[in-house]
């Protein structure tokens, strides 16, 4: 990294420990807080906010980073991720035995569980979890509805649930049942598989798999978006449309901490929605925010810079790596972008260098010049990717292929974006600017909602528009199952999810399916990396950077980790009295 982004970083490290006095309005709820065992405090609201609103927090439909987070505070599957290391380890589940033939799973459910209190319930009290409703909820996953994204965990993997899928279209009921899901008893659910598959219990933690209640779904129907019923820490209380959400400490919740504390320790979370980054830090400077991610680096280190006094510190700078990537998606399929070499002139055309460095001041992982895994992923080698480092020549020797002298001679072309703060605003003219300035190419940018740019990438209403994606597992698999083909839909009319480059390969579908079928991680791995090798090779996305998280944490709010999925887990985090 050159000068700036390298004093940056350099500067940003110095002050990793520097933090800064105020007074906030946790120093008057302090008084508030009660004492628990081991030294943990029972009390206060903490106070987090996101820049972009939720899509929809009804499990099936949850495809966007903002939604998951809440989530996972208020629904649990079988099994969740541990929130420093991001293994999966048992939630729901009390146990589980996996025969011989690595195909049959038979998991016993803790007793005693019970749902959030709700007015789905007969007088508002929730009832216990039972194997009938893993089963319930498993069975929504195969089954055709336009609110079912998440069939892809069981396709092709769980005995039986291809044929009721396929047997479900149209609103049909099945009459037969998933010959893979058999409740054995009301504690224990018994899951078969079509082929061993080391990453399962992985799948079952994902939010596709989370797990509510029948009464809900027939109650609450469409209404799922936001009346939230699962068996979390956290209930869902107030949802101010756009702008707050409000969650409640679950009295009922089932676990405990290694000190027998009752959890959760907090009475709540405050969720808001500011979509400016400058306001969300005065708000954190105000006391309105216990912590804040992703902020502007310049403002990061000039807050720092100004407040060196560590001995009456309260708030913390943290940085960790992210499974994030940042990219551009072209769609494949119709329009200026069906031409391979075209999509190649627009990677060869862009400095991801220059965009980390003057854009972003350093705040990002490295500039995307491999493929779409990040480097965050532990034992997979991207370095073995071929991408697309910034090529002048290159990009108009592309661009000539397609039949274009210059870029001049295109057709206008709009960059569709949600804006999160400044950030992808400021990058989108990078790469409009230089789109412009290497190749003559003129980019409209239009601006909307992630809830409204994700329906058109869904519905493939575009030709080039921004996209992340936030791994909501950590594998290699999670990044590169966006592009398997065998589930784009032949017609516009119906939706494409994961895949909105509507992106099809054959060579790329057999070795993705490869390594899901490999006996082991390091077979799965080379296939993945030969799979990854031919959707750089096809271009149809442009990579522009991993990302990194930076995060201001009040160093009284204890035990809230921090991790490279950015994975909520509220249940130990606690208010210290003193810092």
């Known amino acids: 990294m050159q000068a700036r982004g390298i004093n940056t970083r350099i500067l940003i490290g110095a002050f990793c420990a520097l933090l800064w006095s105020c007074k906030t309005n946790s120093d008057t709820e302090s008084a508030s807080l009660k004492e628990a065992k081991g030294g943990k405090m029972y009390g206060g609201i903490l106070k987090v906010n996101q820049t972009e609103y939720i899509r929809s927090l009804y499990p099936l439909e949850i495809v966007d980073v903002y939604s998951y987070r809440v989530a996972t505070l208020v629904y649990e599957g079988l099994f969740k991720f541990n929130p420093n290391d991001l293994t999966p380890e048992p939630a729901l589940a009390e146990s589980v035995d996996i025969d011989e033939t690595k195909t049959i799973y038979t998991i016993k459910l803790r007793q005693g569980v019970k749902f959030h209190d709700a007015d789905c319930f007969p007088e508002g009290k929730g009832r216990e979890v039972t194997a009938e409703d893993v089963k319930y909820c498993f ?50 659910i018994r899951l078969t598989l079509t082929r061993p598959y080391t990453l399962f219990t992985t799948n079952l933690a994902r939010p596709f798999a989370f797990i509510y209640p029948k009464e809900a779904v027939e109650k609450y129907k469409d209404e799922m978006r936001i009346k939230a019923v699962g068996t979390g820490a956290f209930m869902v209380s107030k949802v101010d449309e756009g702008a707050l959400i409000i969650l409640k400490k679950n009295p009922n919740y089932y676990r405990k901490d290694e000190h027998g504390n009752q959890l959760p320790f907090l009475d709540g979370v405050r969720i808001s929605f500011i979509k400016e980054k400058k306001t969300e830090l005065l708000e954190f400077e105000k006391g309105g925010l216990d912590m804040v991610s992703r902020l502007p ?11 060196k006094d560590t001995a009456n510190r309260k708030f913390e700078l943290e940085r960790v790596p992210e499974m994030t ?12 972008f069906k031409d391979v070499n075209l999509r ?18 350093g705040e990002g992982e490295a500039p995307g ?28 020797f592309y661009l000539k292929k397609a039949g274009y002298a210059d870029g ?34 003129e980019i409209t940018i239009q601006q909307q909602t992630l809830a409204q740019l994700v329906e058109r990438g869904l519905k493939g209403e575009f030709e080039f528009m ?79 950077w991993y990302d990194e998280i930076y995060r201001l944490r009040k160093l009284n709010l204890k035990d809230c980790p921090i991790n490279a999925m950015q994975y909520w887990d509220f249940s130990k985090t606690y208010f210290s009295k003193t810092k």
């Open 297 to 307: 680096t310049e403002e990061i280190i000039e807050i720092l810079s100004k407040n």
């Open 139 to 188: 069975t929504r996953i195969c089954t055709q509805d336009k609110k079912n994204q998440g069939f892809t965990i069981f396709e092709g993997l769980l005995k039986g649930a291809d044929e009721y899928y396929q047997a479900s279209a149209e609103g049909k009921k099945p009459a037969k049942e998933i010959e893979g899901i058999q409740v054995v008893d009301k504690y224990t």
């Open 344 to 361: 190649k002139a627009f990677s060869f055309a862009i400095n991801r260098q220059e965009i980390l460095e003057a854009v972003l001041n």
């Open 466 to 544: 921004r996209m992340a994606y936030y791994a909501d597992y950590p594998s290699p698999e999670n990044f590169l199952w966006l592009f398997w083909g065998k589930k784009v839909p032949n017609s516009f009319e119906e939706k494409s999810y994961p895949n909105m480059p509507r992106f099809r390969n054959v060579k790329y579908d057999e070795y993705y399916e490869k390594g899901l079928q490999a006996n082991s991680m390091e077979e799965a791995y080379e296939y993945f990396r030969q799979a990854e090798q031919i959707l750089m090779n096809e271009a149809p996305i442009l990579v522009l």
């Open 408 to 441: 001049s001679k295109l057709p206008a072309i709009t960059l569709h974006i949600s804006p999160e703060g400044d950030r992808h605003i400021n990058v989108a003219q990078a790469v409009a600017r230089q789109l412009k300035d290497n190749l003559g190419v």
């Open 369 to 396: 010049e491999k493929g779409v895994v990040p480097p965050a992923l532990k034992n997979y080698d991207i370095e073995k990717i071929r991408g697309y480092e910034f090529n002048v020549d290159s990009a108009l």
């Open 325 to 336: 990537t940042q990219y551009m998606v072209f769609m494949t399929q119709k329009g200026l």
